[in-house]
């Protein structure tokens, strides 16, 4: 944990500075201690100043960010002299720095060791010594120009980029700027005595005068490129910005960069609440957050103010299903510990990285995130990607990932699939709650080990409605990495279970994906999904209650039932979908190959005066058929169309038709 020091002047007063690097060494706040390796000395003089450190330590701007893509989280920080023997000095060549703007480089190590390896100097507004209280700029960190690393936009800074211009309070320390990342894990500088010390160059200025000081880091209209929301500082007695400055819009700054052309189109989101400022010398904006908050796809914009006053914006940019990935990363035992690290999506049709984020980016000042959530936008939904968390010195990548729903969520433990890691309070864990998703419809991978799924909320869609809850929706475990273990789900047991490949609990989850063995799944007594996948899978929807669906995907396009193999299903109920509760459905729609229902309601089939019908014309008993033998109903299809059928399912104990199941819209086909 680093610690920077809004105050930095007032050690005299409070008998100490507030500066520290503080070191977890097991987990709790009695083993942790201070880091003597980046400032060697922590003793103060009779004015309770600190001496003896080796670096100026974090001042009152600081971020956390792999800068340079090595798998270790850096941190980046404003230094005024007031925090150190008055200097900042590269480890590499010994160069020093007094300015009092200066932006210092701080590269974590793999031995334990902090390294200072740029110091870029005239970056900060700031170089005075007693700033108001809680009024340092957001340090916000994105890959704005599509390079594959991070940029450093600030809401306002020095004027000049040579020479200190102290606190003028200027249109020209207003305006807001990026600062590149060079692609070596250092910002764009001039370095004419090659020391690692100089002034900042290629910055891109927006030519504002919005006096910022919080700023976020958003795909706001869902194009790919990440967008800037910058939002008012608050103003103080020497420093920051001024009283009358302290009201003003909410500017949104939609990135319109073509190649190495970086470009960006400004406008006030505030108008889409019909307003046009915000924020006042006694009710200062405060901070904001970006978060989805009614789990659509897109991220909404909360901004607070000192007096209580919160601003909701929504946004109103459609996510359409298929463009885009949500992702929550954990460790693996299921905490949440990544903070800064980079985050990449790798197109797999041709190995590039397309987007590269951070998860939980810590900006120093009033826009902390720790959701875990990297979200992506502007996909293909056509293709496959791998999204790469760099943490150490390999990382760990989870692969064939697709863009889904707007509303759906991937849920990552980083570990390897066969690896025995706890995320749960068993064999020595204290983990009591698990691997918890979000309020989107989370799929988790399952692995090794004992652990506990926590599918928290989530929407489900009735009669073309959506409905949220905090414990429902569809939240589905998937067992691919079983590769041809067979595993056994009982939903109904919430108790931990051994499912042949690790034991789990399940909570709030509603539904089970299998691998290629044989799989035995049970329902709930709830709405439940289940993917056999390969395998002669055996359903048991014994526990009625609840809709029930089953669904085919295509695994294998030239074997007869997609790679699916021929499953069993006990309890099947047959009725009317929307009408009957226990009315549970199969859907098969990506396995019918050239297929269109002929309905304009996307079925083939409806009840005429009491009787279940296809349409007329309709060439569904071309790709299914299903027939009774007395005993059971088996449902057949052939995907291309031709009439040669092959069991995909049986029925066992159940007396139905095609045009029954078509009519009571228990077959899924478009």
């Given at each position: 944990?680093?610690?920077?020091?809004?105050t930095?002047?007032?050690?005299?007063?409070?008998?100490?500075?507030?500066?520290?690097?503080?070191?977890?060494?097991?987990?709790?706040?009695?083993?942790?201690?201070k880091?003597?390796?980046?400032?060697?000395?922590?003793?103060?003089?009779?004015?309770?100043?600190?001496?003896?450190?080796?670096?100026?330590?974090?001042?009152?701007?600081?971020?956390?960010?792999?800068?340079?893509?090595?798998?270790?989280?850096?941190?980046?920080?404003?230094?005024?002299?007031v925090?150190?023997?008055?200097?900042?000095?590269?480890?590499?060549?010994?160069?020093?720095?007094?300015?009092?703007?200066?932006?210092?480089?701080?590269?974590?190590?793999?031995?334990?060791?902090?390294?200072v390896?740029?110091i870029?100097?005239?970056?900060?507004?700031?170089?005075?010594?007693?700033?108001?209280?809680?009024?340092?700029?957001?340090?916000?960190?994105?890959?704005?120009?599509?390079?594959?690393?991070?940029?450093?936009?600030?809401?306002r800074?020095?004027?000049?980029?040579?020479?200190?211009?102290?606190?003028?309070?200027?249109?020209?320390?207003?305006?807001?700027?990026?600062?590149?990342?060079?692609g070596?894990?250092?910002?764009?500088?001039?370095?004419?005595?090659?020391?690692?010390?100089g002034?900042?160059?290629?910055?891109?200025?927006?030519?504002?005068?919005?006096?910022?000081?919080?700023?976020?880091?958003?795909?706001?209209?869902?194009?790919?490129?990440?967008?800037?929301?910058?939002?008012?500082?608050?103003?103080?007695?020497?420093?920051?910005?001024?009283?009358?400055?302290?009201?003003?819009?909410?500017?949104?700054?939609?990135?319109?960069?073509?190649?190495?052309?970086?470009?960006?189109?400004t406008?006030n989101?505030?108008?889409?609440?019909?307003?046009?400022?915000?924020?006042?010398?006694?009710?200062?904006v405060?901070?904001?957050?970006?978060?989805?908050?009614?789990?659509?796809?897109?991220?909404?914009?909360?901004?607070?103010?000192?007096?209580?006053?919160?601003?909701?914006?929504?946004?109103?940019?459609?996510?359409?299903?298929?463009?885009?990935?949500?992702?929550?990363?954990?460790?693996?035992?299921?905490?949440?510990?990544?903070?800064?690290?980079?985050?990449?999506?790798?197109?797999?049709?041709?190995?590039?990285?397309?987007?590269?984020?951070?998860?939980?980016?810590?900006?120093?000042n009033?826009?902390?995130?720790?959701?875990?959530?990297?979200?992506?936008?502007?996909l293909?939904?056509?293709?496959?990607?791998?999204?790469?968390?760099?943490?150490?010195?390999?990382?760990?990548?989870?692969t064939?990932?697709?863009?889904?729903?707007?509303?759906?969520?991937?849920?990552?433990?980083?570990?390897?699939?066969?690896?025995?890691?706890?995320?749960?309070?068993?064999?020595?864990?204290?983990?009591?709650?698990?691997?918890?998703?979000?309020?989107?419809?989370?799929t988790?991978?399952?692995?090794?080990?004992?652990?506990?799924?926590?599918?928290?909320?989530?929407?489900?869609?009735?009669?073309?409605?959506?409905?949220?809850?905090?414990?429902?929706?569809?939240?589905?475990?998937?067992?691919?990495?079983?590769?041809?273990?067979?595993?056994?789900?009982?939903?109904?047991?919430?108790?931990?279970?051994?499912?042949?490949?690790?034991?789990?609990?399940?909570?709030?989850?509603?539904?089970?994906?299998?691998?290629?063995?044989?799989?035995?799944?049970?329902?709930?007594?709830?709405?439940?999904?289940?993917?056999?996948?390969?395998?002669?899978?055996?359903?048991?929807?014994?526990?009625?209650?609840?809709?029930?669906?089953?669904?085919?995907?295509?695994?294998?396009?030239?074997?007869?039932?997609?790679?699916?193999?021929?499953?069993?299903?006990?309890?099947?109920?047959?009725?009317?979908?929307?009408?009957?509760?226990?009315?549970?459905?199969?859907?098969?729609?990506?396995?019918?190959?050239?297929?269109?229902?002929?309905?304009?309601?996307?079925?083939?089939?409806?009840?005429?005066?009491?009787?279940?019908?296809?349409?007329t014309?309709?060439?569904?008993?071309?790709?299914?058929?299903?027939?009774?033998?007395?005993?059971?109903?088996?449902?057949?299809?052939?995907?291309?169309?031709?009439?040669?059928?092959?069991d995909?399912?049986?029925?066992?104990?159940?007396?139905?038709?095609?045009?029954?199941?078509l009519?009571?819209?228990?077959?899924?086909?478009?």
């Open positions: 944990m680093i610690i920077g020091d809004q930095p002047n007032d050690t005299g007063t409070q008998g100490g500075y507030g500066s520290q690097i503080v070191l977890n060494h097991d987990g709790t706040v009695t083993g942790m201690d880091d003597g390796n980046f400032a060697l000395a922590y003793g103060t003089d009779s004015a309770h100043r600190p001496i003896g450190q080796s670096q100026s330590q974090t001042d009152m701007e600081l971020s956390g960010v792999d800068i340079n893509n090595d798998g270790i989280v850096d941190f980046v920080m404003h230094c005024t002299n925090v150190a023997n008055d200097e900042s000095f590269v480890n590499s060549t010994g160069a020093q720095s007094n300015n009092e703007n200066r932006l210092v480089v701080v590269n974590g190590t793999d031995n334990g060791t902090w390294e390896t740029q870029v100097e005239n970056v900060f507004q700031r170089n005075d010594t007693d700033p108001g209280i809680g009024n340092g700029v957001a340090m916000t960190w994105a890959d704005f120009n599509g390079d594959g690393y991070l940029d450093l936009f600030l809401a800074g020095n004027e000049s980029t040579t020479t200190a211009s102290g606190v003028a309070n200027s249109n020209a320390e207003y305006q807001s700027r990026i600062y590149f990342n060079d070596t894990g250092k910002l764009l500088f001039a370095d004419p005595n090659n020391d690692g010390i002034n900042p160059t290629g910055l891109y200025n927006f030519g504002d005068t919005l006096a910022g000081g919080s700023s976020l880091a958003v795909d706001w209209n869902h194009d790919g490129k990440i967008d800037i929301i910058e939002l008012l500082g608050m103003p103080g007695n020497t420093g920051g910005i001024t009283a009358a400055a302290s009201t003003g819009p909410i500017n949104l700054y939609i990135n319109t960069t073509t190649g190495s052309s970086v470009s960006f189109v406008s989101l505030l108008l889409m609440v019909g307003k046009t400022t915000i924020g006042s010398s006694s009710d200062p405060t901070g904001a957050i970006s978060i989805d908050l009614d789990f659509d796809g897109a991220k909404d914009l909360l901004v607070f103010t000192s007096q209580g006053h919160t601003q909701y914006i929504a946004n109103t940019n459609k996510v359409e299903d298929g463009t885009s990935l949500h992702a929550r990363m954990l460790d693996k035992n299921g905490i949440n510990i990544f903070y800064g690290n980079t985050v990449q999506l790798i197109d797999e049709s041709t190995g590039k990285v397309i987007s590269t984020q951070i998860i939980n980016p810590q900006s120093g009033q826009t902390n995130d720790s959701t875990a959530l990297v979200d992506f936008y502007g293909d939904a056509s293709k496959t990607y791998t999204i790469k968390l760099l943490s150490g010195e390999l990382g760990y990548s989870w064939g990932i697709s863009p889904g729903a707007s509303n759906t969520c991937y849920v990552f433990t980083a570990e390897g699939a066969n690896q025995i890691n706890n995320a749960s309070d068993q064999g020595g864990a204290t983990n009591t709650i698990g691997i918890v998703g979000t309020g989107y419809n989370d988790f991978y399952a692995t090794q080990g004992t652990d506990i799924y926590n599918g928290a909320g989530g929407s489900t869609n009735i009669s073309g409605v959506k409905y949220w809850s905090n414990t429902g929706g569809m939240d589905i475990v998937d067992y691919k990495y079983a590769n041809t273990t067979a595993i056994t789900v009982d939903l109904s047991n919430t108790a931990y279970q051994n499912t042949g490949f690790g034991t789990a609990k399940f909570v709030n989850i509603e539904g089970i994906s299998g691998a290629s063995g044989n799989d035995v799944f049970t329902n709930s007594g709830l709405d439940n999904y289940f993917e056999g996948r390969g395998g002669n899978d055996t359903f048991n929807l014994t526990n009625h209650g609840g809709h029930d669906t089953l669904i085919y995907k295509l695994l294998d396009s030239t074997d007869a039932t997609g790679g699916n193999g021929v499953d069993v299903v006990n309890g099947f109920f047959v009725g009317t979908y929307e009408a009957t509760a226990d009315a549970d459905r199969i859907d098969i729609n990506s396995l019918l190959n050239g297929y269109t229902a002929s309905g304009s309601d996307g079925y083939a089939a409806k009840y005429i005066n009491g009787v279940a019908t296809i349409n014309g309709d060439d569904i008993s071309n790709y299914l058929n299903v027939y009774f033998d007395g005993t059971n109903t088996h449902v057949q299809i052939d995907k291309n169309g031709t009439g040669n059928y092959s995909l399912l049986v029925m066992n104990n159940v007396h139905t038709d095609l045009a029954t199941l009519a009571n819209h228990q077959i899924i086909i478009g």
